[in-house]
Nanobody, 115 residues
C-alpha cells in the first residue's frame, strides 16, 4: 500500500522561506510524475507544481519564480522549496501523482504565513 508523508511546514513571516518534503512509500516512484497540491482555508485543493520522471517542471502562475519542485529518485522524495512567501500561500500542502491523483492523500503539512 502506498503511503505519502509530507513534512516541513510551519509558521513563517511574509517574505520568508520553507522547504517541504514528501516521502513516498510503496510506489514505483521513479516512473511517476509527481506534484505538490495545496488546500487553502475554505477553498478547493489546487495544483501548485509538477515534475516529470525526467525532471521537467511546471508551475502555476501564482508560484512561478518563487517555488521550486525537485525530486530524488534514489530516496523516493519530492521537495518543494518556497521563497518570498505570502499570506495567500497559507494552506495545507500535499504531494501526489500528476496529472491525476493515484494514491490516497497523506496528512499534508500546514504552511502558515500571517498577513
Amino acid at each position: 500500500q502506498v503511503q505519502l508523508v509530507e513534512s516541513g511546514g510551519g509558521l513563517v513571516q511574509p517574505g520568508g522561506s520553507l522547504k517541504l518534503s514528501c516521502r513516498v512509500f510503496g510506489s514505483i516512484f521513479e516512473f511517476n510524475p509527481w506534484a505538490w497540491y495545496r488546500r487553502a482555508p475554505g477553498k478547493e485543493r489546487e495544483l501548485v507544481a509538477s515534475i516529470t520522471p525526467g525532471g521537467s517542471t511546471n508551475y502555476t502562475d501564482f508560484v512561478k519564480g518563487r517555488f521550486t519542485i525537485s525530486r530524488d529518485n534514489n530516496e523516493n522524495m519530492v521537495y518543494l522549496s518556497m521563497n518570498s512567501l505570502k499570506s495567500d500561500d497559507t494552506a495545507v500542502y500535499y504531494c501526489n501523482t500528476f496529472p491525476r491523483r493515484s494514491y490516497p492523500w497523506g496528512q499534508g503539512t500546514q504552511v502558515t504565513v500571517p498577513s
